[in-house]
């Protein structure tokens, strides 16, 4: 009898604001991103699960599976669906961006394995897909927003507030810029780091947040009117915010710096928790010569979202 083959597809993403803020029930504005992670899902007669991806190969037996690196969120996602699965897997695993970059790898990798998974369980519900992929995420990292999680399976620019589940697709997508700075700090001691530093002003903590709220309220306006100058200026302002709350580096500095000086470029900020990892720039459709520096990565926001 021939082996069964399923495939599923989840775009990565950028978060365009909101960061951190989103954690603590105030909305972000996040955009699925035209470079995605392929999953291969295969049955096997063996009560085992294979992993091959380009972070290594790695055979597990079905009965004893934990959670750990760097396969967690492959991981997370068969022990999570563990009941049903009645058969071992193959995993294959193919990627169209470093993890290295962020660039919302992991919610990527949560979203299209569980959708191969439903396909495999024939599940069909993309709202259950959602509810799904943002469990695993926050039991393997301990917490997390799910606004990548959204972006990931609903694809497009999406704006994501946790505490009602809101997730809304904005019928706009604005042009971008992404510059990496050479390294990413794990979002979650970007979290611990921040809540170290203020635990004795959480107040200050709290105003930042309200802060970013604000001017992300005043984002989705501005996506909704197509008025890119002023996301472009709102973007400065909540990189300032996110500079005063200590997460702008060095490095993350020098890269904005150098999206600051492309023509028609008319903000720039960090996208992510911070200390490292990229930055991520709004554009004018006229936008220029910017092939011409290494730094940057042209990217495009996809409509599409998981594939399955």
């Not at 760097?70 to 068969?78: D, N, S």
């Not at 992991?106 to 569980?114: C, K």
């Not at 979290?191 to 604000?214: G, P, T, V, W």
């Not at 909540?238 to 903000?267: A, F, S, Y």
């Amino acid at each position: 009898m021939a082996c069964k083959f399923y495939k599923a597809s989840a775009p990565g993403s950028l978060m365009l604001m909101g960061e951190h803020a989103v954690l603590h029930g105030f909305p972000a504005i996040v955009s699925a991103i035209d470079k995605s992670i392929h999953v291969e899902l295969k049955e096997l007669d063996e009560p085992l699960l294979n992993i091959d991806s380009a972070l290594g190969h790695k055979t597990y037996f079905l009965n004893a599976l934990a959670i750990e690196k760097p396969f967690q969120f492959i991981l997370g996602a068969v022990i999570y669906f563990l009941p049903q699965i009645k058969k071992g897997l193959a995993i294959t695993v193919e990627s169209e961006f470093s993890h290295t970059l962020g660039l919302g790898s992991s919610a990527s990798i949560t979203v299209a394995m569980v959708a191969v998974l439903h396909r495999y369980l024939n599940i069909n519900d993309r709202e259950q897909l959602f509810v799904d992929a943002r469990a695993i995420m926050r039991k393997v990292q301990g917490r997390g927003s799910g606004a990548d999680i959204a972006a990931s399976t609903f694809g497009g620019t999406v704006y994501y507030r946790q505490k009602d589940n809101t997730h809304e697709q904005l019928p706009h997508n604005p042009l971008l810029l992404l510059s990496y700075c050479g390294y990413k700090t794990p979002t979650t001691e970007v979290i611990a780091h921040l809540e170290k530093c203020f635990e004795n002003d959480r107040d200050r903590l709290n105003r930042y947040y309200r802060e970013i709220a604000e001017l992300t309220e005043a984002g989705r306006a501005a996506i909704q009117n197509k008025d890119w100058k002023k996301l472009g200026e709102l973007f400065s302002k909540h990189r300032k915010v996110m500079k005063q709350m200590g997460l702008e580096t060095p490095e993350l500095t020098k890269v904005i710096d150098v999206l600051l000086e492309i023509d028609q470029v008319w903000g720039a900020k960090i996208s992510g928790s911070g200390l490292g990892d990229c930055a991520v720039a709004i554009r004018g459709p006229l936008c220029k010569a910017y092939d011409k520096i290494e730094s940057i990565i042209p990217v495009m926001i996809t409509k599409k979202g998981v594939k399955y």
